[in-house]
């Protein structure tokens, strides 16, 4: 399927106003198309990482590239980009984690570490030249921007690899993906599926999910800013 999310759409006119710049949407329209495309990919897989619900993700496999072009417009990640606490604590954790075993584990970790480092790119990048972008974007706060911007490429390569970095965005709310599928399948509805995401981004209980990781079970770290809807 061919990328176009930099391309001008009928859905340009729902982000007028909004706070990044036409330059940081693309690298995030760029960033949600794979995502998605991986969660399609990988859908039989159950892999945390791109874990989108079955139905979600079934109506995406055999929809059309605009609407492609209109999820990955969303004016936010569609996964959540989380770091450890100390970020030193898995800079050396290797494979997949809990999911090592699985049949598909060569190629989720793969998967994972190619997709995980270029976020990581991405968002490093956001912090050295978009004040705010990452906090907007990701939902980090001033401290993980700090920690993103003095990280080096093999930094990034080693945390990659971490199994909590990459979840998707709104993964207690089934509901929600499968309007947000017909939304941009179906053409309409786009801006309200848009508008809700934030909405329960801002308003839901925030309750760590809990990772495994070198053996070890510990509560994955939100960090999310409670005047930050994303």
Excluded: K
């Amino acid at each position: 399927m061919t990328q176009n999310y930099g391309a001008a759409s009928p859905t340009a006119s729902l982000h007028h106003g909004n706070l990044l710049n036409p330059a940081v949407r693309r690298e995030i329209a760029g960033l949600n198309w794979l995502f998605l495309e991986r969660a399609v990919r990988l859908r039989h897989t159950g892999d945390p990482w791109f874990g989108v619900p079955r139905r979600a993700s079934d109506r995406l496999a055999v929809a059309p590239p605009e609407a492609w072009d209109r999820a990955a417009a969303c004016p936010i990640a569609l996964f959540e980009l989380r770091l450890p606490e100390p970020v030193a604590d898995a800079m050396h954790v290797g494979g997949v984690g809990e999911d090592a075993e699985a049949p598909d584990a060569a190629l989720v970790a793969e998967t994972r570490r190619a997709f995980g480092i270029t976020a990581l790119g991405v968002a490093r990048s956001l912090c050295d030249g978009v004040p705010l972008a990452t906090r907007i974007a990701f939902g980090l706060d001033a401290r993980l921007e700090a920690q993103l911007s003095a990280m080096t490429l093999s930094d990034s390569y080693r945390l990659a690899a971490w199994p909590g970095l990459i979840r998707p965005r709104w993964s207690g709310h089934e509901r929600f993906w499968s309007l947000f599928a017909d939304a941009v399948t179906g053409g309409e509805a786009v801006h309200w599926a848009y508008t809700a995401g934030l909405c329960l981004l801002a308003h839901c209980e925030r309750q760590p999910a809990t990772v495994v990781y070198s053996g070890r079970t510990r509560a994955r770290p939100t960090h999310r800013r409670p005047d930050v809807p994303c």
